[in-house]
């Protein structure tokens, strides 16, 4: 009871925030199907299955790639499709329910994280605002878990605020507990998101640097390096083959297109605006990558008040936090094109608005500082709380999705990839080795064995007349055969070659050869009856990973033995102000929430039919009897050579669509001579077969102005065109500008010197 007694009741009321923010999660059934969402869930159910089979820690996908296979799990950082399995007894049929127990974890995980951390700048009332801060950041609530529904990355960044608040108590001399929390913190989010991970790692780099010479707490230096040293041994078993054998997989993760960072950045006018309501009539939400402005605010007004009082002793420690939130605004904004063109690997980031996640984490002091000093009243503080989380409530109304998922068996997994939207969980065919010259096709004989398994993965149109080849045994990291044959023959398989995969014949390894242009495996087979198992084991990468990560558990548990315990190690007792108000204004925003947010078109709304609301400039045209414009948005028509002209269009499918249309927009002058342009494959981010025709579809384009482009007027030519036909679809008819293949829009754009 005395232990109870002396919980810090603000915990409670910050997993009573986190819990708030998952309200989607757990209010409605199901997961979306147009989001990063799905391919998180056929990862965790794939793992699933070979969990099931006893493979332990699966490093190979054998049901990606139509049945072929690939080694995804070697190089995506794993631990949320394990923990995802774990919540729910490694049952892969239930990925949908563990996914979600995954996002509604990472919501409470963030919420205690930031309120942990901002406890240690603003006590207990400053840990509140944090917590709500960070919890109902646009990018923690709404983009990352709801419009990306990226479940790694969200797990990761969840706890960037916890790893922060040990480490902070790493550097004043926390003992065994702090230690042993600072090393597995910051482990399990390299493991759960690589480039997250990769993100922390350099924040607590120039963190214990600022610890060490600016704060002057050398002391505690090579505690901290010790504890980095293990984080680097622990995750050896996943870093060290991903080091080793990147050579091995294709990553196509950089260049022009999609994923050219260049084309990602936020204009800081986006990057401080509201959330504003979501209009569930489009397929896809149009919020932009905002880091929330009444966080902003919280945060710029602790900077001033800390700034003011140099003399207060946390003023320095604040102010890495400051200095860091300034870093990553930078990385955000297009002012940092230079840093990214020139910093080597910053590339692979693709997004620079991905550290959008580490600045809600980082600002988290300063509004927590704030909070306490600066917001006296108890009531202050509850009114800046309240205007806070009813400024977020647009990012609790989500875009609706269906109650049932669909299809998680295996054979359900490769329907998906007959959709064409991704295969092997991605659009771009990453981690597929390098030896596949050709994405091969996907075999009939595999996806019918698929119905009646095992599933078989021979080519049985290469065996020679009189022999025969019988699956005996089967898991997804080994497959036994009983073969007979009246002659030696070359065994071929529809199933990617890779590193570790070996086959024994009567338990003697054979040399295996790789069939190009698919890149299959095959393997000479003696005449006669054999045995013949066909195993992926580990490689010696991952065989010294394994042994540097067991070496690391052990320095762990040699450090637990030896720290002794500290008073960082110790909750913080707490101030003693009664935290009933700040509970009951929890209450009422739950209440507020059910009974006037989900009862109006506040927070969210619909566009009627035909029509979407959001458009800036309404200009329609029909092309052919397939789509229709329905108008436009034009950013800036006042632009220098250099810069980015930003049009974002709207359209509609005007009836059910079996071919994928692509997009164009045209900066011309005078017409017929082009000065720059931007062509969209899949306008709006998804084939034009598969868009509803009760939605609307928002397409946006980035037209980088060339520097030599002379001064003068624009116009802005729109068009669609079948790539594979090479032709153009007519325009039946327009509002304004219409020609025969291509529509003018009714916005004149201006370019200075």
């Given at each position: 009871?005395?232990?109870l007694?002396?919980?810090?009741?603000?915990?409670?009321?910050?997993?009573?925030?986190?819990?708030?923010?998952?309200?989607?999660?757990?209010?409605?059934?199901?997961?979306?199907?147009?989001t990063?969402?799905?391919?998180?869930i056929?990862?965790?159910?794939?793992?699933?299955?070979?969990?099931r089979?006893?493979?332990?820690?699966?490093?190979?996908?054998p049901?990606?790639?139509?049945?072929?296979?690939?080694?995804?799990?070697?190089?995506?950082a794993p631990?949320?499709?394990?923990?995802?399995?774990?919540?729910?007894g490694?049952q892969?049929?239930?990925?949908?329910?563990?996914?979600?127990?995954?996002f509604?974890l990472?919501?409470?995980?963030?919420?205690?994280?930031?309120?942990?951390?901002?406890?240690?700048?603003?006590?207990?009332?400053?840990?509140?605002l944090?917590?709500a801060s960070f919890?109902?950041?646009?990018?923690?609530v709404?983009i990352?878990?709801?419009?990306?529904?990226?479940?790694?990355?969200?797990?990761?960044?969840?706890?960037?605020?916890?790893?922060?608040?040990?480490?902070?108590?790493l550097?004043?001399?926390?003992?065994?507990?702090?230690f042993?929390?600072?090393?597995?913190?910051?482990?399990v989010?390299?493991?759960s998101?690589?480039?997250?991970?990769?993100?922390?790692?350099?924040?607590?780099?120039?963190?214990?640097?600022?610890?060490?010479?600016?704060?002057?707490?050398?002391?505690?230096?090579?505690r901290?390096l010790?504890a980095g040293?293990?984080?680097?041994?622990?995750?050896?078993?996943?870093?060290?083959?991903?080091?080793?054998?990147?050579?091995?997989?294709?990553?196509n993760v950089?260049g022009?297109g999609?994923?050219?960072?260049?084309?990602?950045?936020v204009?800081?006018q986006?990057?401080f605006?509201?959330?504003?309501?979501?209009?569930?009539?489009?397929?896809?939400p149009?919020?932009?990558?905002?880091?929330g402005?009444?966080?902003?605010?919280?945060?710029?007004?602790?900077l001033?008040?800390?700034?003011?009082?140099?003399?207060?002793g946390q003023?320095?420690?604040?102010?890495?936090?400051?200095l860091?939130?300034?870093?990553?605004i930078?990385?955000?904004?297009?002012?940092?094109?230079?840093?990214?063109e020139?910093?080597?690997?910053?590339e692979f980031?693709?997004?620079?608005?991905?550290?959008?996640?580490?600045?809600?984490?980082l600002?988290?002091?300063l509004?927590a500082?704030?909070?306490?000093?600066?917001?006296?009243?108890?009531?202050?503080l509850g009114?800046?709380l309240?205007?806070?989380?009813?400024?977020?409530?647009?990012?609790?109304?989500?875009?609706?999705?269906?109650?049932?998922?669909?299809d998680?068996?295996?054979?359900?997994?490769?329907?998906?990839?007959?959709?064409?939207?991704?295969?092997?969980?991605?659009s771009t065919?990453?981690?597929?080795?390098?030896t596949?010259?050709?994405?091969?096709l996907?075999?009939?004989?595999?996806?019918?064995?698929?119905?009646?398994?095992?599933?078989?993965r021979?080519?049985?149109?290469?065996?020679p007349?009189?022999?025969?080849v019988?699956?005996?045994?089967?898991r997804g990291?080994?497959?036994?055969f009983d073969?007979?044959?009246?002659?030696?023959?070359t065994?071929?398989?529809?199933?990617?070659?890779f590193p570790?995969?070996?086959?024994?014949?009567?338990?003697i390894?054979?040399e295996?050869?790789?069939?190009?242009?698919?890149?299959?495996?095959?393997?000479?087979?003696?005449?006669?009856?054999?045995?013949?198992?066909?195993?992926?084991?580990?490689?010696?990468?991952?065989?010294?990973?394994?042994?540097?990560?067991?070496?690391?558990?052990?320095?762990?548990l040699?450090?637990w033995?030896?720290?002794?315990?500290?008073?960082?190690?110790?909750?913080?007792?707490?101030e003693?102000?009664?935290?009933?108000g700040?509970?009951?204004?929890?209450?009422?925003?739950?209440?507020?929430?059910?009974?006037?947010g989900?009862t109006?078109p506040?927070f969210?709304?619909?566009?009627?039919?035909?029509v979407?609301?959001?458009?800036?400039t309404?200009?329609?045209?029909?092309?052919?009897?397939?789509?229709?414009l329905?108008?436009?948005d034009?950013?800036?028509?006042?632009?220098?050579?250099?810069?980015?002209?930003?049009?974002?269009?709207?359209?509609?499918?005007?009836?059910p669509?079996?071919?994928?249309?692509?997009?164009?927009?045209?900066?011309?002058r005078?017409e017929?001579?082009?000065?720059?342009?931007?062509?969209?494959l899949n306008?709006?981010?998804?084939?034009?077969s598969?868009?509803?025709?009760?939605r609307?579809?928002?397409?946006?384009?980035?037209l980088?102005?060339p520097?030599?482009?002379?001064?003068?007027?624009?116009q802005?030519?729109?068009?669609?065109?079948?790539?594979?036909?090479?032709?153009?679809?007519?325009?039946?008819?327009?509002s304004?500008?219409?020609?025969?293949?291509?529509?003018?829009?009714e916005?004149?754009?201006?370019?200075g010197?």
């Open positions: 009871m005395r232990k007694r002396a919980l810090d009741k603000g915990l409670l009321l910050a997993l009573a925030l986190g819990f708030l923010a998952a309200w989607p999660f757990w209010s409605r059934p199901g997961l979306p199907q147009a990063d969402a799905e391919l998180h056929y990862r965790t159910a794939e793992l699933g299955y070979s969990l089979e006893g493979i332990l820690y699966p490093r190979w996908a049901d990606f790639y139509y049945g072929h296979g690939y080694p995804i799990f070697n190089y995506y631990f949320t499709y394990h923990l995802a399995n774990w919540l729910t490694v892969p049929e239930m990925a949908v329910v563990g996914v979600k127990r995954v509604i990472a919501h409470l995980l963030g919420a205690v994280g930031a309120y942990l951390l901002g406890r240690e700048y603003g006590q207990q009332r400053g840990g509140l944090a917590a919890a109902f950041s646009p990018y923690v709404l990352n878990p709801h419009i990306r529904g990226v479940l790694a990355e969200s797990f990761a960044v969840s706890l960037i605020p916890l790893t922060l608040w040990l480490w902070e108590r550097w004043r001399g926390g003992g065994r507990w702090v042993t929390g600072a090393v597995l913190s910051a482990a989010t390299l493991l998101h690589n480039l997250t991970g990769l993100s922390l790692l350099a924040l607590l780099v120039l963190f214990s640097l600022w610890q060490g010479w600016v704060l002057g707490r050398k002391q505690y230096f090579g901290a010790a040293l293990l984080v680097a041994l622990v995750t050896a078993f996943f870093l060290l083959p991903f080091i080793l054998e990147r050579s091995y997989i294709r990553l950089t022009e999609h994923y050219d960072f260049r084309g990602h950045f204009r800081w986006a990057l605006s509201p959330l504003r309501p979501l209009d569930w009539a489009a397929t896809a149009q919020v932009p990558m905002s880091a402005f009444a966080q902003l605010l919280l945060a710029l007004s602790g001033i008040w800390w700034g003011r009082s140099r003399l207060r003023w320095r420690a604040l102010a890495w936090y400051a860091g939130t300034a870093l990553l930078l990385l955000i904004l297009p002012a940092s094109t230079t840093l990214w020139r910093l080597p690997g910053l980031y693709q997004f620079p608005w991905r550290f959008l996640g580490p600045l809600a984490a600002w988290i002091p509004i500082g704030w909070g306490y000093a600066a917001l006296r009243p108890r009531w202050a009114g800046v309240a205007l806070l989380l009813l400024a977020s409530l647009p990012g609790l109304y989500p875009h609706p999705w269906p109650a049932e998922f669909g998680l068996s295996r054979r359900g997994m490769i329907d998906f990839e007959l959709l064409g939207r991704a295969r092997g969980t991605t065919d990453d981690f597929i080795p390098t596949v010259d050709v994405i091969p996907y075999q009939e004989s595999v996806l019918a064995s698929y119905q009646n398994p095992p599933v078989d021979v080519n049985r149109h290469t065996l007349e009189g022999a025969t019988t699956i005996v045994e089967q990291n080994l497959t036994r073969v007979a044959a009246p002659e030696a023959f065994l071929r398989l529809y199933q990617f070659a570790g995969w070996r086959v024994y014949v009567d338990g390894e054979v295996t050869a790789i069939a190009r242009p698919e890149g299959f495996l095959t393997t000479p087979i003696p005449a006669g009856s054999s045995e013949v198992v066909v195993r992926f084991q580990d490689t010696p990468a991952r065989r010294w990973g394994w042994g540097i990560a067991l070496v690391g558990l052990l320095g762990l040699v450090a033995l030896r720290l002794p315990r500290s008073a960082e190690d110790e909750a913080t007792t707490p003693g102000e009664c935290l009933w700040y509970a009951v204004l929890l209450a009422a925003f739950a209440l507020f929430k059910v009974g006037v989900d109006t506040w969210h709304y619909t566009s009627p039919p035909g979407a609301l959001p458009v800036q309404t200009q329609t045209a029909e092309f052919g009897d397939q789509l229709k329905f108008g436009f034009v950013v800036d028509t006042r632009l220098s050579p250099g810069d980015t002209l930003w049009v974002t269009l709207y359209w509609a499918a005007q009836q669509l079996s071919t994928n249309y692509q997009v164009f927009v045209h900066l011309i005078p017929g001579t082009i000065w720059t342009q931007s062509d969209h306008p709006g981010g998804f084939p034009t598969q868009w509803p025709v009760e609307y579809v928002w397409d946006e384009h980035r980088p102005l520097p030599d482009l002379p001064p003068g007027e624009y802005l030519s729109v068009g669609v065109y079948l790539l594979a036909a090479n032709e153009r679809l007519p325009v039946r008819s327009a304004w500008g219409q020609r025969a293949d291509h529509v003018l829009l916005q004149i754009i201006y370019v010197k």
